[in-house]
């Protein structure tokens, strides 16, 4: 199908672009890839007067690091993400999300700020923002603001962005030589939406893992992080960490596919992300008949 | 404001005008914001080797090259076109740039109906291209075409012809 009128803009600084957010108030919608909002717009699913496209404004793309924080600009392409240097020294999960997202001619285009502004709960970059603990930096007409990913994403497609705010960029802690992770994801096709994907990051010990943080994606109206299941993997108990989910997760009603059979898909992966987090065999097997 | 200042539209507008290089001209012309590229390409350049087929971004008929990169002309507005340098399936096949994938498509037999052919062949160029005489292997082309559906051949002959290309390209750059 064909988009419905609106009109567009193509602001050449951040400011200008917030103004006529400001201006147009709930109107008006940023167009950063466009590899959602414009499906959305083919598909007659909304139909904004104003698309205020960031793709013009200098400096919102880009990748550095300083002070032990990697920042990466909101439209920095999946793809240049996923193979940037930087990313791949320092960032290993977010190269190895990278072949996750879509396809190629999809991951050219579309960006990571707009990717985590969309919130779609089975996407990869969110997920890897809960396991990585980034920050979303975002900014509105008076003023920048800094949220933990913890505390922005709120539900289905919902964040903690305000009206006219814009995300500009996402930072990364580094982590430490310690550090270990793990990306596994589930899904019909390749390039296909996850059926269960799980983002997981921790520190490897001579006592086993800490600080275990396991981002689940495809599982429930937001990305997940899974506490208690992160308990168990620290105590060692990969089994116990299988079971723990059915009290963290909550899988949807979805026609194509039970959620026992969902809930089940995220033991395996987690057996298998817990396995080479451990460096041991995975643990595919599950604890409980579902 | 200087006369040589870029000339920047900036202005709020349901039709801008667009300048860009396509297939290796300068082109100019006005556009609709809601027009996506893929019509813009077809509608005034006559382009109807951009396929249509889903326009929302699955199926993959509709691919062209914007500054190198495969990109869905469904999933970008023709008014962003602006400043960049387009290739279409037209473009690639008559500089000559992947008469050797093309050739290899026919003997190969990777086509019936031909519909997903352009963006199977512009997603090939970009892929042949970044291998720069590496071969990728079978799992790596059908990663990389896995966006774009083909509903005949059941992409066996694709994946063949794609990958007897870069085996070609590679024993090329060897004996140079």
């Known amino acids: 199908m064909k988009a419905p009128d609106f009109a567009y803009a193509r602001p050449a600084s951040l400011d200008e672009a917030l103004a006529l957010l400001a201006a147009h108030g709930g109107d008006a919608v940023p167009l950063a890839g466009g590899q959602s909002l414009i499906t959305t717009l083919n598909m007659r699913l909304a139909a904004p007067a104003l698309l205020v496209d960031l793709n013009a404004i200098p400096g919102l793309a880009g990748i550095s690091e300083a002070d032990g924080v990697v920042r990466i600009g909101a439209m920095t392409r999946h793809r240049d993400v996923g193979t940037d240097p930087l990313v791949r020294e320092r960032l290993p999960l977010l190269a190895a ?79 430490g030589p310690d550090a270990v992770w793990g990306f596994e994801e589930l899904s019909r096709r ?101 | 404001m200087p006369s040589d200042a870029p000339d920047r539209d900036t202005a709020v507008a349901r039709e801008h005008a667009v300048s860009f290089t396509l297939n ?42 914007v500054d190198g990169r495969a990109v869905r002309a469904c999933l970008m507005l023709g008014v962003q076109a602006e400043g960049a340098t387009i290739e279409t399936v037209e473009g690639l096949s008559e500089s000559g740039r992947i008469r050797d994938l093309q050739d290899a498509f026919h003997a190969r037999n990777a086509l019936q109906c031909g519909y997903c052919t352009p963006g199977m062949l512009v997603t090939a160029a970009e892929l042949l291209a970044e291998c720069a005489g590496e071969i990728p292997s079978r799992e790596a082309i059908r990663a990389a075409i896995s966006g774009n559906y083909c509903r005949c051949t059941g992409y066996h002959a694709i994946v063949d012809a794609i990958a007897t290309t870069a085996e070609a390209r590679a024993a090329r750059e060897t004996a140079e």
């Not at chain 1, 997981?200 to 943080?213: E, Q, Y």
């Not at chain 2, 809601?34 to 509709?62: I, Q, S």
């Open chain 1, 97 to 175: 999300a990278l072949p996750h997202i879509a396809h190629p001619a999809i991951r050219n285009r579309g960006t990571i700020g707009g990717s985590v502004a969309l919130a779609d709960p089975a996407t990869e970059w969110p997920a890897c923002c809960l396991a990585g603990e980034a920050t979303i930096v975002v900014r509105g007409p008076q003023a920048e603001r800094r949220i933990a990913a913890e505390n922005f994403f709120l539900g289905l497609y919902t964040t903690a962005l305000e009206p006219g705010e814009i995300v500009t960029a996402v930072e990364f802690p580094v982590p």
């Open chain 1, 190 to 290: 390749h390039g296909d939406y996850a059926l269960a994907g799980l983002a997981a990051t921790a520190r490897r010990g001579a006592g086993g893992l800490t600080g275990v943080r396991l981002a689940f994606f495809g599982l429930a109206d937001r990305p997940v992080l899974a506490r208690a299941a992160a308990a168990a993997i620290e105590a060692g108990d990969v089994k116990g960490a299988q079971g723990a989910l059915s009290g963290e997760l909550d899988p949807p009603e979805d026609p194509a596919l039970r959620p026992a059979t969902r809930l089940h898909l995220a033991r395996v992966i987690l057996g298998r992300v817990a396995g080479r987090m451990l460096d041991k065999p995975a643990q595919d097997g599950v604890p409980h008949a579902v």
């Open chain 2, 24 to 65: 290796g001209e300068r082109v100019r012309c006005q556009v609709p914001a809601r027009t996506h590229l893929g019509d813009l390409l077809r509608g005034t350049f006559g382009l109807t080797g951009v396929h249509l087929g889903c326009e929302h971004g699955v199926c993959g008929a509709c691919t062209v090259l």
